[in-house]
């Protein structure tokens, strides 16, 4: 790193602390020293439950990514070409194991937030993280099995609704995890597209005239 890239590193951190503290006094406006300790101690173990929260679903998240990596292989390969050329199997899609890379930026973005004092902030960007994660589950599809993974899907923890909007909390190093995100983050891997043929669709007279069929056949219904 830089000397340039180490004052900017060293100015930032500097004026996420000076942030941090402001959050807590101004969360702390108007309140005794007994409720201001209790309001931190509360807001520092809310921020740890969010904190492991995201490291779980960072687990989560890479070994769903992982097992679509795995598909890179030859015979893993000719098995999914077959299902995403069928036109009949729109839930199947070509794998894409970069699709993670924004939600293991917004899960590392949270954790950053919440050690960082940002409480506040930090819930924010979980939430985000969370529906990122829910969005491209759904766009992945079937075509990576989910069988035999802990904690597929999980809520954000209670405790999140609790926390108000700029509210700031004590400062922690960050979870082992966020090396976790970072790895997300670096997959690069792109799949070609399936050299055979796709079979497409039935025409759409094809399914009237089936229509038809079922309805002489059953003419009582």
């Not at 439950?49 to 890479?62: D, G, Q």
């Not at 050690?115 to 819930?123: K, P, T, V």
């Not at 599809?141 to 909390?169: F, H, M, R």
Request: glycine residues 6%; proline residues 5%; hydrophobic residues 30%.
């Amino acid at each position: 790193m830089s000397d340039l890239q180490k004052a900017t590193t060293k100015n930032r951190d500097k004026r996420s602390s000076n942030t941090a503290k402001q959050e807590m006094q101004k969360s702390a406006e108007g309140l005794g020293n007994t409720d201001v300790k209790q309001m931190m101690q509360s807001g520092d173990k809310t921020r740890d439950e969010l904190v492991e929260f995201i490291a779980s679903r960072l687990s989560t998240v890479s070994t769903v990514q992982r097992r679509e990596l795995g598909m890179l292989n030859n015979e893993a390969q000719r098995r999914w070409w077959k299902k995403v050329a069928d036109a009949h199997k729109e839930n199947y899609t070509k794998p894409d194991p970069t699709r993670w890379r924004l939600c293991g930026q917004l899960y590392e973005d949270a954790m950053l937030a919440l050690c960082a004092g940002h409480l506040g902030r930090g819930r924010d960007l979980l939430l985000s993280a969370s529906a990122e994660e829910e969005r491209t589950m759904q766009a992945m599809g079937d075509i990576v099995s989910k069988d035999n993974i802990p904690e597929l899907t999980a809520s954000t923890p209670a405790t999140a609704d609790t926390v108000i909007s700029g509210q700031g909390c004590g400062q922690r190093p960050p979870h082992e995890a966020i090396q976790t995100a970072r790895e997300i983050q670096n997959v690069s891997a792109v799949f070609v597209n399936p050299p055979n043929r796709g079979r497409a669709k039935d025409p759409w007279w094809t399914l009237e005239e089936e229509e038809e069929e079922e309805t002489d056949a059953n003419p009582g219904t």
